[in-house]
């Protein structure tokens, strides 16, 4: 279990994460947990459910939402990551046991479970489903 202080409360997730889990197995669990525990904001889609806040207080979130919190998840892990965009999405790149791979947490919610579709990715795989202009990318 681990307990997490945000924004002034306390959340805990239960997670199958010990301290042999790889990074991709860290990556995988908390995945799984958003999917769990957030659904897309389809209605109000008001400006909080941009934020990770969202996710973690309110249970919902938008795209930008999934993509921050999850990414605030895999850093406080030293796991390197950061959001990549294009016009109308976002999601994440991270480095897992040396491999990059791409995460698309918002997708991969498909409701009480992540589907393993859009979770580590290739660049070619995550390119054909939403294409994004080569200037976003961080040098590796």
Partial sequence: EISLGLVGSEMCIETAITPASTQREIAWAYY??????CTYDAGDNTSV???PY???HNGKAVCDGYTGAYNLLLKLEGIDCYALPN???????????GETVHIDATWGDQGNT???QYFAMTPEQSYA?????KENELPQ
Avoid: C, R, Y
């Fill in 129 to 133: 489903l939403h294409p994004w202009p």
């Fill in 32 to 37: 799984q947990w958003i999917a769990a525990n």
């Fill in 114 to 116: 992540g589907t393993k």
């Fill in 87 to 97: 016009a109308t999405h976002i999601w994440t790149v991270a480095t897992l046991d």
């Fill in 49 to 51: 459910s941009h934020l």
């Fill in 54 to 56: 969202s996710l973690f």
